[in-house]
């Protein structure tokens, strides 16, 4: 062999060797940038959203909260399988739209996160989308009795209300949520909607805004509460449509929207951010 093959293939070799060698640092720092999630005020707006939810019992041990990522439009962000009440910033974790998670740590993630992919997937004028098991809505999902707005502050919650039976498609199964299939259909179901109801099961919210999502959820269980009380006396009389619109408009202008996330912020115990 000649000198001058030898010495080429010998620097071919030690460069092969070289690259071969940073292939997992270059593949870290890859995955590193997939899934880090940066400190942003929308994120930790997430953990106080949780925690408000928890406070005012729109969540127990179970339900979730997310948000559209902000740095990826077909990506979201929630916490861990945790009980929201005890989430934390270091829970969240970054998911692709059908469900895949990008948690480097390969932590559990909700069984039931297809319910805000499918959701994301389908609306793309959705930004935040809650899902809770609130006692007080679950009579409305399974009785024939048509959950309405009753109440203005509630008139955030829409018209219509539609009730989804993950029956009508699946059959008998556990009622969770857990593949996209059954998450597009109940995304159809939800239409254009701002609520949901699951037979036998809770609710979906799914809004423009974390706050919207956050004060919809808790006056969804506030109107069925007292739709429940007005029912038990006679025959409750709720908004018109006209009134539904304006009295919406009204709930989210930034005047009103802001002051109720404040009082539940400091209801929860958590900085009003």
Known sequence: MSSNLYLARRAFVRTAVGALALWPVAARAFAQDTVRLTDRIEFRRLIAANRILAREEVVDAFGHVSIRDPENARRYVMARSRSPELVEYADLIKFEQDGRSLDPDNRTPYGERMIH??????????????????????????????????????SVIGSDIPIWDIATRFNETDMLVRTMEQGRDLAATLGRNVCALMRGHGAVIAAASLKEAVI??????VNAEV??????????RGLSDGEVERSRATQLSPLALDRAWEYFCARAGVEPI
């Open 216 to 221: 919809t959820a808790i006056y969804l269980k």
């Open 227 to 236: 739709q429940l009380q007005a029912m038990a006396i006679g025959t409750p």
């Open 117 to 154: 992919g499918a959701i994301y997937e389908t609306r793309s004028d959705v930004h935040a989308v809650v899902h809770n098991h609130a006692y007080s809505v679950l009579p409305f999902g399974i009785t024939g009795r048509t959950l309405e707005p009753v109440v203005h502050v509630a």
